[in-house]
């Protein structure tokens, strides 16, 4: 009811009591949820999720594209779309965009949460760490996610709080106790909770999991298997990931991920990860 808000927020300006302008997100175009549209949406957005599935990375923008440009108001499709540029064709410039367009107008608590765990991961690898954190804080609190809780573990482990990392762990296993990819995820703490013999386990048994190949790097480098956790790494770089801006970023985070710590002078290791220094987002670049 944009109107009757209106109408309001001048009454309530007009007794001394006025308010912020956060009425301005209801004069927003609504997005078309007709059956004809929804319909369509949906289509679009399952095919760019089939296609981001099996790494058919220009079909699945295609998709996503489509989607938008049938709705741009739209938060879901705004959100697909977004998380794609963040996650997989690196154009974070476009990637915040879309995302500071689903918090200035009406969008459910999920897309808001997406959009506001995307900005944190952006805002934590430009060297604003608390300024992210913050970010990830507000997204749990529109809507809890794994994704979050994964990332506040890996902050807070990099910040040597390892049991407040683990208890993010923990989160995330509770919202999502089957998903491997969590799992996968939880066994790289592992090590650090004493429990070698089940990290390589999970590592064994999950090998040809591709899109986990960097954290199954991340429980060889533990274990001390460094021909393992080479091998797994330039398989995340190189056949999981599709785009060197994207490379890069995962590049400088292996450098600063204490997982990889014993391997971070070593010249396999710094050999493997040159793309870090093209990172232009990271902090480091301002060193």
Do not use: C
Request: aromatic share 10%.
């Amino acid at each position: 009811l944009p109107g009757s808000a209106r109408k309001a927020q001048k009454a309530l300006k007009r007794i001394g009591r006025p308010v912020g302008d956060e009425g301005a997100a209801l004069d927003t175009p609504e997005p078309d949820v007709s059956p004809e549209r929804s319909a369509e949406m949906v289509g679009l957005l399952a095919a760019g999720l089939r296609a981001e599935f099996e790494l058919r990375i220009v079909d699945a923008r295609r998709a996503y594209e489509q989607a938008h440009a049938a709705d741009p108001q739209d938060p879901v499709a705004t959100r697909f779309l977004a998380e794609f540029h963040r996650h997989h064709s690196g154009d974070w410039q476009l990637a915040r965009q879309l995302f500071s367009e689903i918090l200035a107008h009406r969008a459910d608590a999920l897309s808001r949460a997406v959009a506001l765990h995307g900005l944190g991961k952006m805002t934590i690898h430009a060297g604003e760490f608390l300024r992210g954190v913050g970010m990830f804080e507000a997204s749990i609190a529109e809507y809890p996610l794994p994704l979050t809780y994964r990332n506040l573990a890996v902050y807070w482990n990099s910040e040597g709080q390892f049991e407040k990392a683990w208890g993010f762990v923990e989160k995330a296993l509770t919202l999502a106790p089957d998903d491997l990819y969590n799992k996968i995820f939880a066994a790289t703490y592992l090590v650090g909770q004493g429990k070698p013999g089940e990290a390589e386990r999970m590592a064994q048994e999950n090998e040809p999991v591709l899109e986990a190949s960097y954290n199954l790097a991340a429980i060889w480098a533990q274990l001390g298997r460094k021909e393992k956790a080479l091998e797994l790494l330039a398989r995340h770089f190189y056949q999981y990931e599709r785009f060197d801006p994207v490379r890069a970023r995962e590049m400088q985070e292996a450098r600063d991920d204490v997982a990889f710590a014993r391997y971070h002078r070593d010249p396999d290791f710094v050999a493997l990860t040159q793309l870090a220094s093209a990172d232009a987002d990271s902090y480091h670049q301002t060193k």
